[in-house]
């Protein structure tokens, strides 16, 4: 089970540092090549992010969902009565930015190859899939019965599966990528300051979500349970000190500012649902018996909607982080 990765954009300073609100940090005097340099380091970085998170379902996703669904309708001779394609409005548009982000000549070795790869591969497929989602909207299969489809569709699941491959290698350099400048952030910030527990959110939430992906995975290995436990503890605790110096803040300034407490309780709250539910056998799997493929299925669907709605709070929550109120 793939966890939708969320980044928080990197901010242009003497340092990447995740801004908290109101820390003064001391502004170094940096040579303008070095500052333009790493300027263009960040902006590439931005770019990167965003392509990423303008993947609202991934490619992996969609490939399921053909393999599921449309690969066994089009294996057999029978008219088929429906046929769909997925994520074509996107394959263009993510590999133009993809590209604009690899023209910053700055190198970001983690992630240009894996990007590079990803563009190409989306390349190849974007003609396959413009073509068969034209078919599709227009209903063709109902005037061929399915032809041109079934034609198509090696190529098509071919492409699709290079794809997701490669989306997949993406996120996992831009996911080492953005961890590590996550670290540098928590490790450089201040100790018991804004910017220190916003930082220490944000990086004990990504090794959450390592741990969650673990967990979605083997949700009855006491291991992966106990390692999802001990870092949302981390997030837990970060979270407290944050909200104790937005809060003495607030009251020092006078103007109210919730400092996006309420994603973050929510996000924390959804992850001690998680652990209930797995300390209740809520993911258990029948044994043996009738009841055992029933069991499999109710517990995948358990699984899924745990694993949606812990993605979305915890999107919420960098997303408040990503664009602050105050």
Known sequence: MKTRMFLA??????TV???????????VSQPVAQVDARQQEIDKYNQYVGAANSISESFQTFLQRYQQYEVPALAGKAPITAF???????????????????????????????AQAFSAALKTLSPL??????????????????????????AYLAALTAVSDKEQE???????????????A?????KDTAAYYRAGLIYYGKLNTADAETLFAEPND?????????????????????????????????KSCGGGMLEINEFIGQSRSIIRDVKDGVYKRAP??????????????????????YNRTYGNMINRFNHPTC
């Open 9 to 14: 954009a990197a901010l242009m300073g003497g």
């Open 17 to 27: 540092l995740l801004a908290g609100c109101g820390d003064k940090s001391e502004k």
């Open 84 to 114: 769909s394609v997925g994520n074509d409005i996107l394959i263009d548009r993510l590999s133009r930015a993809l590209d604009g982000a690899l023209a910053i000549d700055t190198p970001i070795p983690e992630v240009d190859q894996a």
């Open 129 to 154: 899939s413009h073509e068969l989602q034209n078919y599709a909207t227009s209903k063709g299969y109902l005037s061929d019965n399915g032809d041109q489809a079934r034609r198509q569709s090696q």
């Open 170 to 184: 993406f996120y996992a350099g831009l996911g080492a990528r953005d961890l590590a400048l996550t670290k540098q």
């Open 186 to 190: 928590f490790d450089e910030a201040p």
């Open 222 to 254: 006491p291991q992966a349970l106990a390692a999802f436990e001990k870092s949302l503890a981390l997030v837990a605790d970060a979270a407290a000190g944050w909200n104790g110096k937005v809060s003495a803040q607030a009251a020092q300034s006078g």
């Open 288 to 309: 043996e018996g009738a009841m055992k493929n029933l069991s499999a299925q109710m517990q995948s669907s358990s699984i899924v909607r745990s694993a949606n709605r």
